[in-house]
């Protein structure tokens, strides 16, 4: 009984995964079939066919509140990213000049949302660098209305 409830968990964990960490058909999906597969067969095997078909009836009763749940509006908004560009690049451009500095608002990968004069304005990194929310920036270079930044402890 204790496997077969240790392949039902596992195979929802899987799922879950799959879900969130690593969208798409991959080996954590198909880990999870299998995994709530098995526990059915091993349910009809050892213990017989009235437990083997209630563990069916219970893997279908878990995966229809599994899709319910993920696929409910509120789910999702929780993954939303909130962060709003108030300001277009091109019209930011006016006032934002090169020698700024500010702050990044989101993890600049290359592109992202940095503060730069109070304005929260969408920018690039000089050498297409990972940066992380929070950090220092300096403004580089304003090409084709494109605002480039770099850390300020890469000057």
């Not at 964990?13 to 098995?38: C, N, Q």
């Not at 066919?49 to 749940?69: Q, S």
């Not at 560009?85 to 090169?98: F, G, L, P, Q, Y």
């Amino acid at each position: 009984m204790e496997i077969i409830i240790s392949l039902v968990i596992l195979g929802i964990l899987l799922l879950i995964a799959e879900l969130l960490l690593v969208p798409g058909v991959g080996i954590a999906g198909i880990t999870g079939f299998v995994s709530l597969a098995a526990a059915c067969c091993y349910a009809f095997v050892k213990l017989g066919p009235d437990a083997g078909w209630i563990t069916v009836a219970a893997v279908l009763v878990l995966i229809v509140i599994f899709t319910i749940v993920a696929l409910r509006a509120k789910t999702w908004k929780r993954f939303e990213l909130k962060t709003e560009i108030e300001e277009k690049t091109n019209t930011a451009v006016n006032s934002i000049k090169v020698g700024d500095t500010g702050k990044a608002r989101t993890r600049l990968a290359p592109m992202g949302t940095a503060v730069i004069a109070g304005l929260n304005v969408e920018v690039k990194t000089e050498d297409n660098s990972l940066v992380s929310p929070g950090e220092e920036l300096v403004v580089v270079a304003i090409e084709d209305n494109r605002i480039i930044v770099r850390t300020t402890n890469k000057q």
